[in-house]
């Protein structure tokens, strides 16, 4: 069964920067692909960044790219989520799914292994 575990966030004044982490466990598969998403209150969850494992390819949603950094540590099967000059608007629950395709779409899916959602809030 895949579990994923995340840990990181916390609280963050704006312009800062922080970093999320998710550890996945229970892959029968040597790569797969990892999307981050975020929840702000009151609104829709909506994608931020993806990454493939085996390719090392990443996607990021427009309002992201360029100052948050999704990699992989294969020996520590774990993908993080660096997130630089943080805005009060990225406040936020995120979380990380897996799945076996790159789309923000798939990877949405509720079928899919979940982490739990560090929050992460941004003080101005």
């Known amino acids: 069964q895949v579990q994923l575990v995340e840990s990181g966030g916390g609280s963050v004044q704006s312009g800062g920067s922080t970093r999320l982490a998710c550890v996945a466990s229970g892959f029968i598969y040597r790569s797969y692909c990892m999307g981050w998403f975020r929840q702000l209150p009151g609104k829709e969850r909506e994608g931020v960044a993806t990454i493939s494992t085996g390719t090392g390819t990443t996607n990021y949603d427009d309002s992201v790219r360029g100052r948050f950094s999704s990699t992989h540590d294969k020996a520590k099967n774990t993908i993080y989520l660096q997130m630089d000059s943080l805005k009060p608007a990225a406040t936020a629950m995120y979380s990380c799914?897996?799945?076996?395709?790159?789309?923000?779409?798939?990877?949405?899916?509720?079928?899919?292994?979940w982490g739990q959602g560090p929050p992460v809030t941004v003080s101005s």
């Open positions: 799914a897996a799945g076996t395709d790159a789309s923000f779409w798939f990877l949405e899916s509720p079928s899919n292994p």
